[in-house]
């Protein structure tokens, strides 16, 4: 017997042919937390905290064993004794501690922390039930509690607890930890905030909960809903729990590693993962003034320790509270923010820099800026605009701390995990380099012109499309076609990634099918994406599209060339399915308002090329791809913001003008729709395109048909190089490794273990 073999049977207590998938999954759960720990390293110099309020992480035992190197040891192990290591992955819950890029990027992050072998933990909460399930009634979302914690999962209970007051009540902080291997690296933490208080069974109707119950409801969900004052205040107390316990387990820590507290940059580098983390700033300097340093010192050392990341431009993530919210939930920390407004109105002339402005709200951002030592955008563009736009106040007063960091995504989970044909396939071509450096995949392009490569390479697109297909059937019971071209947008539901400009093509795209102009290949059209409970036109538009998809089903003239497939509860374990059988990667956000996207660089790297507007990272993926590798459309983001400034765009006069555009909008509330879908539903969406479309989808939208039959005629037309241009963007995808980001966040930033 192997190794494995003893120590599987050994866990199990039985014959692995005779165990049961749950009892393996939990058997390998110890194996992989057992040989994690033999890679703590000590940490020396500055470490790394990385304050999120999400962490996506998706399921982590076959990432895990990956980083191990125990991957095929395992799968060996288990197929010698009649056991399928796809059906031990289903076993496997998927952690809720997250949403979107924002959480999956801050859990590419860490994994590549550890990769680099530098000291460095993330910091969040234990959430319940994560944001939610989704489900579709009636061509609705609706949405339950997604329980995900069970008797066996990766956040290891520790004894280790911290008192937060929160609205002058003492709560108590407990810390749970999933230990974060990186590939041949070192083992870092996730360290997540919990009260034991906390009682699933408050949980009503839906996701329905009493939101005043503090104890009981403070990290049941994500996001709670904000429609209201106490979903606001929950979002405070939730915030809160997160940096006052993050800040004094810190601050323990450093003081056991030899910190006087007065060297803490030394010691501690902070990250603040867009503004749920901003309170970190006040709650340091709380901290460090009950420690005994004075007032401008420790301003001085928090200033030095921490750095923020801004993610993007929306005013919703650019979070702004009202002064009573926190003298209701943080009263400690008011007479820290009062004294850090004072500190900036005596130093900045600029009133619209203030942290406490005159209608007496306090900007979060304001503060991060005014007290980090670092401020960075996400691509390229996205840090002109910040320099140049939307913080042009900040950046004129401090242009030393602007800087750009382009996301990254960790080719462990995007490629080697999700996609182990092609990864075995490069690897064969290359040699196993890229798994560790990315830009070893530039070799492939050396292959440009080989019809045998190429050949292959269209052999594992079309196997992934069948596997992708096999999946829907068997998890959702829905049937598609592996022989059309698959074009994918999975996202966050909102209005600026503009699911609606897609559901108008399709729209546009089933009028021209009945007229008899018949693409030369049929089109799967895959969405995946959840709306938040509250957003009511985010839940409108997946009602549009799931009620277009009904009335195209409905239509045999057209469904055999047109199919629109919306994927219930879109999650991570749904992305490793999508992302390797793409065509066509959507990322056709409105310029100047994605702030980069991560999805753009995992279809890239599996061999789709990409339909999109010159925003965020799709910006530098055209100048790595060459545009003719890639599907340029739409206004640029210097046009959009013009636009806004001048107040010129009327969506009406858009309507009202193109002939194209009216029949679209038009079909929302037609004969085919409301006998399908909910005419309250359909004729809001209609009525917000028409009158207001505040993010600009009716001028781009012919831009848009233009461009995506295009890219249906080339692939029809010219298979061949379609797959070499796929294989163009696979060889320049490793600039957008995450290991390249966060090696220039330490080179730029943090400077860890220095």
């Known amino acids: 017997m192997t190794e494995m073999e003893i120590a599987l049977s050994g866990y199990c207590k039985k014959d692995i042919a005779n165990s049961t998938y749950e009892e393996l999954y939990t058997a390998l759960l ?115 509690p997604d329980f995900w914690l069970g008797d066996h999962d990766w956040a290891v209970k520790t004894e280790k607890t911290y008192p937060v007051s929160l609205a002058g009540t003492d709560y108590t902080a407990r810390l749970y930890q999933i230990a974060v291997t990186g590939y041949e690296g070192r083992t870092n933490f996730l360290n997540l905030f919990d009260l034991d208080t906390v009682d699933q069974s408050l949980i009503g109707e839906g996701i329905a909960f009493d939101k005043t119950d503090i104890a009981k409801n403070l990290t049941l969900f994500l996001y709670p809903d904000d429609s209201d004052d106490n979903g606001r205040l929950l979002r405070i107390y939730q915030q809160y729990l997160m940096v006052s316990a993050g800040a004094q387990m810190i601050l323990e820590e450093c003081l056991e590693r030899g910190s006087d507290l007065h060297d803490l940059y030394d010691y501690a580098a902070v990250q603040i993962n867009d503004t749920h983390p901003s309170m970190v700033i006040p709650e340091l300097i709380r901290l460090l003034c009950k420690k005994g340093i004075d007032f401008d010192e420790a301003v001085e050392i928090v200033t030095k320790v921490c750095a923020y990341t801004n993610h993007t431009i929306l005013a919703e993530a650019l979070e702004k509270w009202p002064r009573r919210y926190l003298e209701t939930v943080v009263p400690q920390l008011m007479p820290i923010i009062e004294k850090l407004d004072v500190l900036v109105r005596s130093k900045v002339d600029d009133v619209s820099t203030a942290i406490i402005d005159a209608h007496n709200t306090i900007h979060m951002a304001h503060m991060d800026i005014h007290f980090t030592h670092s401020t960075n955008g996400v691509a390229a563009l996205h840090t002109e605009i910040l320099k140049n736009s939307e913080l042009n106040n900040f950046y004129r007063l401090y242009p030393e ?35 560790k450096d990315a830009s070893q995949l530039e070799k492939l392009a050396a292959f440009a012109s080989d019809e045998k490569v190429l050949h292959r390479l269209a052999q594992i697109k079309q ?186 765009y009327c969506a009406r006069e858009w309507y009202e003008s193109d002939p194209n555009i009216r029949r679209a909008v038009d079909f929302l509330t037609g004969r085919e729709m409301l006998s399908l879908g909910s005419s309250e539903h359909l004729d809001r969406l209609r009525h917000e395109l028409i009158n207001k479309d505040w993010f600009q989808t009716l001028p781009d939208f012919n831009a848009y048909v233009v461009r995506k039959n295009q890219a249906l005629n080339d692939y029809a037309v010219n298979p061949s190089d379609w797959t070499r241009r796929a294989l163009v963007n696979i060889s320049k995808a490793g600039f957008f490794s995450s290991d390249r980001t966060i090696a220039e966040y330490n080179q730029d930033i943090w400077h860890l273990g220095e």
């Open 30 to 144: 110890h194996i992989v937390e057992s040989e994690s720990r033999k890679r703590i390293l000590p940490v020396k110099g500055r470490k790394l905290y990385y304050i999120s309020a999400e962490f996506l992480i998706g399921k982590l035992l076959s990432n895990n064993l990956i980083n191990l190197g125990l991957y095929d040891q395992v799968k060996d192990c288990l197929e010698a004794h009649g056991k399928s290591m796809a059906e031990l992955e289903e076993t496997e819950p998927e952690p809720s501690l997250g949403n979107g890029g924002l959480g999956r990027l801050a859990a590419c992050f860490l994994d590549s922390v550890a990769t680099l072998n530098l000291p460095g933990d993330g910091i969040g909460l234990r959430y319940h039930c994560g944001l939610f399930h989704q489900n579709f009634k009636n061509g609705l979302q609706s949405e339950t």
């Open 401 to 435: 701390k602007f800087n750009n960091k382009t996301n990254g995504i960790t080719f462990r989970r995007w490629l080697l995990k999700c996609n182990p044909e092609l990864t075995a396939f490069l690897e064969s071509l290359i040699g196993p380099g890229f798994k």
């Open 463 to 648: 196997a992934n499309k069948e596997a992708l297909a096999q999946w829907l059937k068997h998890t959702q019971n829905i049937s598609i076609t592996p022989d059309s071209l698959f074009a994918i947008q999975s996202k966050r539901l909102h209005e600026y990634k503009r699911q609606q400009l897609n559901l108008l093509y399709l729209i546009h795209q089933y009028f021209e099918i009945k007229a008899g102009h018949l693409p030369l290949v049929p089109l799967t059209a895959i969405f995946g994406a959840k709306a938040a409970p509250a957003y009511t036109i985010a839940k409108d538009i997946i009602h549009g599209l799931l009620t277009l998809s009904k009335v195209i089903a409905s239509d045999p003239a057209v469904s055999k060339w047109l199919q629109i497939v919306f994927i219930e509860n879109y999650n991570v374990t749904a992305a490793e399915k999508m992302i390797p059988a793409c065509d066509l990667s959507e990322q056709i956000s409105l310029a100047s308002k994605e702030a980069s996207g991560t999805g753009n660089m995992k279809f890239m790297l599996n061999g789709a090329l990409t339909l999109g507007t010159m925003d965020g990272a799709n910006v530098e993926i055209a100048e790595a791809v060459g545009s003719e590798n890639i599907y340029i459309f739409g206004q640029s983001s210097a046009q959009v913001i013009r636009r806004y400034e001048n107040g010129s």
